[in-house]
């Protein structure tokens, strides 16, 4: 039984062909591409919105220079909301909670980050290594610590992605799983999980969310750092 609440998280193949690619192909389709009419329709004046007050908000802190960023961040913001509210579908499959697919989003983006810090400013860069103040015999010691916190960054950036969302995943499963079990036998009991089921898949849609903000947040933290 406990395998099976984990096969939801394997790769789907049809002939064996890896169906992941459409997966996440899937959403640059579903979104409602902008006329050339002055006038638009809600969906996309919503759209419209939603990225405009995000990219303000993300930008603010950042300086000229990190503004390049801007299109590529709420890019990935709105890609990695699609595809977490769509695994959240009957019968689809997740592919952010491969923990492949979360590193080959953060470690390229986190390095890039690294690169312009060292290429614009090495010596601000390499100043985050070592605070300042710091006592002459703990300076090996901090500067070990520091560079280790630097690389375990696009690691906790896709390891927290993977881990909620496939907690989460579990979560909805094994109650949905407690409520079929429970309907022949005590229906009352039952109706109270189902409850609680229906809250915690609105708290999932939440964290779907959520999670996908604080992705794209710390990367904007980092840039802000090397620019």
Same mark, same amino acid.
């Given at each position: 039984?406990?395998?099976?609440?984990?096969?939801?998280?394997?790769?789907?193949?049809?002939?064996?062909?890896?169906?992941?690619?459409?997966?996440?192909?899937?959403?640059?389709?579903?979104?409602?591409t902008?006329?050339? +009419?002055?006038?638009?329709?809600?969906?996309i004046?919503?759209?419209?919105?939603?990225?405009? +007050?995000?990219?303000?908000?993300?930008?603010?802190?950042?300086?000229?220079?990190?503004?390049?960023?801007?299109?590529?961040?709420?890019?990935?913001?709105?890609?990695?909301?699609t595809?977490?509210?769509?695994?959240?579908?009957?019968?689809?499959?997740?592919?952010?909670t491969?923990?492949?697919?979360?590193?080959?989003?953060?470690?390229?983006?986190?390095?890039?980050?690294?690169?312009?810090?060292?290429?614009?400013?090495?010596?601000?860069?390499?100043?985050?290594?070592?605070?300042?103040?710091?006592?002459?015999?703990?300076?090996?010691?901090?500067?070990?610590?520091?560079?280790?916190?630097?690389?375990? +960054?696009?690691?906790?950036?896709?390891?927290?992605?993977?881990?909620?969302?496939?907690?989460?995943?579990?979560?909805?499963?094994?109650?949905?799983?407690?409520?079929?079990?429970?309907?022949p036998?005590?229906p009352?009991?039952?109706?109270?999980?189902?409850t609680?089921?229906?809250?915690?898949?609105l708290?999932e849609?939440?964290?779907?969310?959520?999670?996908?903000?604080?992705?794209?947040?710390?990367?904007?933290?980092?840039?802000?750092?090397?620019?």
């Amino acid at each position: 039984m406990m395998v099976s609440f984990f096969d939801q998280f394997a790769s789907p193949s049809f002939l064996g062909i890896p169906l992941i690619a459409i997966a996440i192909a899937l959403p640059w389709l579903l979104f409602p591409t902008p006329p050339s +009419r002055w006038i638009n329709n809600r969906l996309i004046t919503l759209q419209t919105w939603f990225i405009n +007050r995000f990219t303000n908000q993300l930008m603010m802190p950042l300086n000229v220079a990190g503004h390049k960023w801007a299109l590529l961040l709420a890019s990935l913001m709105v890609f990695l909301i699609t595809i977490n509210m769509l695994g959240l579908l009957p019968y689809t499959f997740t592919p952010t909670t491969q923990l492949s697919l979360n590193m080959g989003f953060a470690v390229p983006l986190w390095l890039a980050t690294v690169i312009i810090g060292m290429r614009n400013q090495p010596t601000v860069a390499l100043g985050h290594l070592l605070p300042e103040g710091t006592p002459i015999p703990l300076i090996p010691v901090l500067i070990i610590i520091e560079t280790i916190s630097l690389f375990i +960054r696009p690691l906790a950036l896709g390891v927290r992605l993977t881990a909620n969302l496939t907690a989460g995943h579990l979560l909805i499963q094994l109650i949905a799983t407690a409520v079929f079990v429970l309907l022949p036998m005590m229906p009352t009991v039952a109706i109270l999980t189902a409850t609680v089921l229906f809250l915690l898949t609105l708290l999932e849609v939440a964290v779907a969310m959520i999670q996908a903000y604080v992705f794209v947040l710390l990367l904007s933290l980092y840039l802000q750092e090397n620019v």
